[in-house]
């Protein structure tokens, strides 16, 4: 990653009025809309993350999932709790800043994971 990533500082995080969409301002003048579905299931959580190589979690159904809220969790990072009860993700300014700029292949990457699965956007089921 660039040396972007690390040095930007965020100015401004906003969640929008349907709670669906975090926007965070960066010092440089980067601004981003993230998406709360993008978040929640590319979340860095050991939940979704898993605990080591290849436990990485595919999270179907959450493309109406919103923000409940947004606590800061010491100087460099926020803890995002979704409305699905989903709160353990700790999204660094490096990690939002790396959404920002990579999210559309990183969601794309989620799709195709979610359809070699049998799963889609709208059913939390798992797939059989």
Known sequence: MTEAFDQAWPTELRVSE???TLTVSFDDG???SLPAEMMRVLSPSAEVQGHGPGQKVTVPGKRL???RNVVA???YAVRIAFDDGH???IFTWR???ELGQDG???FAGYEAELAEK???RDNPAVAR
């Open 87 to 89: 709160d353990s993700g």
């Open 73 to 75: 969790a010491g100087n």
């Open 95 to 97: 990690y939002l800043r």
């Open 18 to 20: 349907d709670r669906r």
């Open 30 to 32: 980067a601004s981003f």
């Open 65 to 67: 999932v919103g923000i």
């Open 118 to 120: 049998g799963m889609n």
């Open 104 to 106: 559309a292949s990183l």
